[in-house]
């Protein structure tokens, strides 16, 4: 197992850690900040969209320095990077699929199912609304 | 990225480990392979319900309060969270780390920050759930409307509470095995074998519950 120790003696050292984890605050404080920033701002807006897609990357890039400095993946040999990082590339058709079927399921039934489409964006008096699909009340899911 | 190999070395001709990495610990990495892909299925399909959906709760709404401070206060309380578990992440990786140097006492010191760490971020996720529960949300039950004022179905509350649970058993069980590992630190099981592997791989596995975090937290809070 020596080999394995002595290897990566001069990565990680406890300087680098603590840029990463500096790395980390500051892009999580960002990250809040822009939630703070559109906390008001209307939902499915183009701006809020932006938004969502900054803090997104924002997240991967959290993500990488995780793995890549935590997990102390980014010194190992690249062959075996591979092995793991490959695999990962199936997220990408599997993000892509379900968010767009889920779309496309939502346009339909709007189409096709108008009783569905006026139950659900009709606003209702919320004091109202807690009162009768509260605790005690019927199982909100049980609306539909 | 990877580091420097002398060109003419022959990796896959036997009597060498290809990866240059102990067996466990390839294990460990293919394990959390699989691992992600079980919270990328949850995740997906939450996204999935929430494309499908008119209206969704807006979190600034649900997540308002801090326990001893009132309600109002949106994303502040799983900020604390969120820095809480990043600080844990930095004491095991500094554990991991003077496991390296053989340095035992520097070991046992982040372990125990580490654990410590650990318990704090589920005695938060125990107050939130707490809190959630008494404002009438649960599995099947969603008092919160949609940010547009449209009533909500119970989609909601199970995502959320499927998810974070499943999050929090991870955390949960990551402080069992930093527990035990603790022990073993305490009575020189390393020591007399030599190495510290096992912290590195216990390490691996405290960095993928913070990295899922990071995904759970924007998903849920911020977007």
């Known amino acids: ?144 | 990225m990877a580091q420097t190999i002398p060109a003419e070395q022959k990796w896959w001709s036997g009597g060498k480990s290809p990866f240059n990495l102990e067996y466990g610990k390839v294990m460990i990495w293919y394990f959390l392979m699989s691992d992600s892909f079980t919270f990328g299925a949850l995740l997906i399909s939450y996204g999935t319900i929430r494309f499908a959906s008119n209206g969704w709760p807006d979190p600034n709404e649900v997540f308002q309060s801090f326990p001893g401070l009132g309600d109002g206060l949106p994303l502040l309380f799983v900020s604390l969270m969120t820095f809480i578990l990043i600080m844990s992440s930095v004491t095991m990786v500094l554990a991991v780390h003077a496991g390296k140097n053989m340095d035992r006492k520097n070991v046992i010191k982040y372990l125990i920050w580490t654990i410590i760490g650990g318990l704090a971020f589920l005695s938060c996720q125990a107050l939130e759930w707490t809190h959630l529960y008494h404002e009438g949300a649960w599995w099947g039950i969603n008092p919160f409307l949609n940010a547009d004022g449209t009533p909500a179905n119970a989609n909601f509350t199970n995502f959320f509470f499927t998810i974070t649970g499943f999050h929090g058993f991870h955390v949960f069980s990551g402080v069992v095995l930093n527990i035990i590992m603790l022990i073993m630190t305490i009575n020189g099981v390393f020591d007399r074998r030599g190495h510290y592997l096992m912290i590195e791989k216990g390490g691996l596995y405290w960095h993928f519950v913070d990295l899922v975090w990071v995904f759970v937290f924007t998903m849920f809070y911020l977007l």
Do not use: C
Request: charged residues 20%.
């Open chain 1, 1 to 144: 197992m020596a080999h394995t120790t002595t290897a990566h003696a001069e990565h990680g050292g406890t300087k680098e850690i603590w840029k990463v984890f500096w790395i980390l605050l500051v892009l999580t404080i960002v990250e809040l900040g822009f939630g703070f920033l559109m906390m008001d701002w209307p939902e499915q807006s183009l701006k809020r969209h932006i938004v969502k897609g900054i803090i997104i990357i924002l997240m991967l890039a959290k993500a990488f320095y995780i793995i890549a400095y935590f997990m102390h993946l980014k010194p190992e040999i690249k062959t075996f990077v591979m092995t793991v990082a490959i695999p990962m590339l199936l997220f990408i058709w599997f993000i892509l699929a379900f968010l767009m079927d889920g779309n496309a399921f939502r346009n339909l039934k709007n189409e096709y199912d108008p009783y569905h489409k006026e139950v659900t964006t009709t606003p209702i008096d919320k004091e109202k609304a807690i009162h009768e699909h509260g605790k005690d009340a019927v199982k909100p899911g049980e609306l539909e």
